[in-house]
């Protein structure tokens, strides 16, 4: 079964660097400003419910940027992992606290908001400062190097190889760090003891 | 497309860092913390695209510790209510001199 962007991914491939055929421009740019749009309406919005949904809407267009950009397997784990589980998990805790209603709303005052767009359109221009960087020659890859490799190899082998040797010490920390996590996470949401005293958690 | 992803990037982290600053509700500054996250990993990804597969590796790695950190944030965040009663920043002011 072909998807439409498994339709649309492989003509980029055949097309020289620098002339991308129109439908994988017109795609990269409909899920980037759907991105965009979503994450604005997720920071405007009142109730606690609707931001959160606008924000797996953002995560839904990331993850169709990351399969445009050679990146499945990342795609399919954005999918599983952040608009599946996280947000399903924050979810629950606004169903938990009873947070849905969204009385009066939470926006801060206008003052707030100045200072707000300021800040973040310094930061847009400080990394279009740092975009028009130069990087060496030697560090960039032939075109489409990484598309051959997932060509080759599948989508998963390439970052496969790499996170079971280089990163092998890196990766096993991180499952010290979810043990830690988990630990912790049901250390702080346990339930006091029923009399006001602290229980042995 | 590695401008234009890096453009996308940036405009989703400074929308994550204007949220969290006009934001009262934890949950949602939180929220907002995510999205940053999800801009660096554009950025990730698409210059694994020009320059190897290990900005790929690291995206699997924000995104793990990503999970970590909303586990833990969000019993804070229960915590906080259960002592509270609120979870408005306005009113957890505990550390304000």
């Known amino acids: 079964m072909v998807s439409f962007?498994?339709?649309?991914?492989?003509?980029?491939?055949?097309?020289p660097h620098g002339s991308l055929p129109l439908g994988y421009t017109f795609h990269f740019y409909l899920f980037g400003l759907f991105a965009i749009v979503s994450a604005l309406l997720f920071v405007t919005r009142k109730s606690?419910?609707?931001?959160?949904?606008?924000?797996?809407?953002?995560?839904?267009?990331?993850?169709?940027?990351?399969?445009?950009?050679?990146?499945?397997?990342?795609?399919?784990?954005?999918?599983?992992v952040y608009a599946g589980a996280i947000m399903v998990v924050f979810l629950f805790v606004i169903m938990l606290l009873n947070l849905g209603h969204g009385v009066g709303g939470d926006i801060r005052s206008i003052g707030w908001k100045i200072v707000a767009g300021a800040v973040g359109l310094a930061i847009v221009a400080e990394i279009f400062a740092?975009?028009?960087?130069?990087?060496?020659?030697?560090?960039?890859?032939?075109?489409?190097?990484?598309?051959?490799?997932?060509?080759?190899?599948?989508?998963?082998?390439?970052?496969?190889?790499?996170?079971?040797?280089?990163?092998?010490l890196a990766f096993e920390v991180t499952s010290i760090l979810l043990l830690a996590a988990v630990v912790g996470a049901v250390v702080l949401g346990k339930q006091r003891g029923e009399s006001g005293t602290q229980d042995a958690g | 497309m590695l401008a234009e992803a890096l453009f996308f990037s940036a405009a989703l982290f400074a929308i994550g860092v204007f949220g969290v600053l006009i934001r009262r509700n934890a949950i949602i500054v939180f929220m907002c913390v995510e999205l940053?996250?999800?801009?660096?990993?554009?950025?990730?990804?698409?210059?694994?695209?020009?320059?190897?597969?290990?900005?790929q590796v690291f995206v699997f790695f924000v995104m793990t510790v990503a999970a970590a950190e909303a586990a833990v944030g969000l019993a804070i965040i229960i915590?906080?209510?259960?002592?509270?009663?609120?979870?408005?920043?306005?009113?957890?002011?505990?550390?304000?001199?």
Request: neutral net charge; hydrophobic residues 60%.
């Open chain 1, 5 to 15: 962007l498994q339709a649309v991914a492989p003509v980029a491939k055949e097309m």
């Open chain 2, 36 to 55: 940053m996250l999800n801009a660096v990993n554009l950025s990730f990804v698409a210059f694994a695209e020009a320059y190897g597969v290990a900005g």
């Open chain 1, 48 to 80: 606690p419910v609707a931001a959160a949904l606008w924000l797996v809407n953002t995560m839904f267009s990331l993850a169709a940027l990351y399969v445009l950009l050679d990146a499945q397997f990342i795609g399919a784990i954005q999918v599983l």
């Open chain 1, 130 to 168: 740092v975009t028009k960087a130069k990087t060496a020659v030697t560090l960039t890859l032939p075109a489409d190097f990484v598309a051959k490799q997932i060509d080759a190899t599948g989508a998963i082998a390439p970052i496969a190889a790499p996170l079971f040797n280089e990163y092998l």
């Open chain 2, 79 to 97: 915590a906080l209510f259960r002592h509270r009663q609120t979870v408005d920043l306005t009113n957890i002011n505990l550390l304000k001199g």
